[in-house]
């Protein structure tokens, strides 16, 4: 092929990139750069045993550290919300870390997000329940599908009463929402409809990063 011709290909390859990342549906939730779209629940002040200053954007990442707090994906408007959607997202955690990706829930001011279901994020913290289950609905027990100190890709659906849970392909939990559900004693918003997400910070001794967070509404 001639170079002028490779060109050509080049050019038209690149101007066809944005459509397609349009059509497929897929939104990144996380610039890479800053918080922007996202609201910690101890931003600006300490509540409770909540700590301030625990979600900060470090070489492309959110590094989660120093206590426990909850980091709300709000989106451009302030008002995010999802009902059906897959959710993708990189993460790593650090030996002893434990954390979580909620869906389904809502901003509040302080205290564990009492609404919707956390994913969640532990490889080696003493909690038995690891990366992969749906917490306290749809346990993984003991030996966690992820390793410390290595990103692993996360991937959560929820299609009306169906959640499926992936970690690097492969389905740790799924689960569909009975018509009598009861949900656990104490949690009694975990309970599917719609909603946000949230990143947790557990607590002081757990660091965990994310990157490559992104979000795709389903009919």
């Known amino acids: 092929m001639r170079p002028s011709t490779i060109f050509l290909a080049a050019l038209l390859t690149l101007s066809l990139t ?29 509540q409770a045993d909540q700590k301030k200053d625990v979600f900060t954007v470090e070489d492309g990442k ?12 709000v989106g451009p408007d302030g008002n995010a ?20 990706i909620y869906f389904h829930t809502a901003f509040q001011e302080s205290g564990w997000p009492s609404k919707g ?5 532990n490889t080696t913290h003493t909690d038995p329940k690891k990366t992969g289950g749906l917490y306290a609905v749809v346990d993984v027990m003991n ?10 890709d996360y991937d959560i659906k929820v299609e009306g009463k169906h959640v499926v849970l992936s970690v690097d392909g492969k ?8 018509e009598n559900w009861q949900p656990p004693k104490s949690m009694a918003g975990r309970i599917l409809g719609e ?14 990063y994310y990157k490559d967070i992104s979000v795709k509404v389903l009919p």
């Open 18 to 46: 944005p459509a397609l990342r349009a059509e497929d549906g897929w939104v990144s939730m996380f610039n890479g750069k800053d918080l922007s779209g996202w609201k910690s629940n101890a931003a600006t002040e300490e």
């Open 195 to 208: 909603g946000t997400f949230a990143l947790q910070g557990h607590d002081p001794k757990s660091t965990t």
């Open 117 to 121: 279901f956390e994913c969640q994020v």
């Open 171 to 178: 389905v740790t939990a799924e689960w569909t929402q009975p």
């Open 143 to 152: 030996d966690a599908p992820s390793r410390d100190n290595v990103w692993f």
């Open 81 to 100: 919300k999802f009902k059906n959607f897959e959710l993708k997202a990189k993460v790593m955690t650090t030996p002893g870390a434990n954390s979580g």
């Open 62 to 73: 959110i590094k989660i550290t120093g206590g426990r707090a909850h980091l709300f994906y």
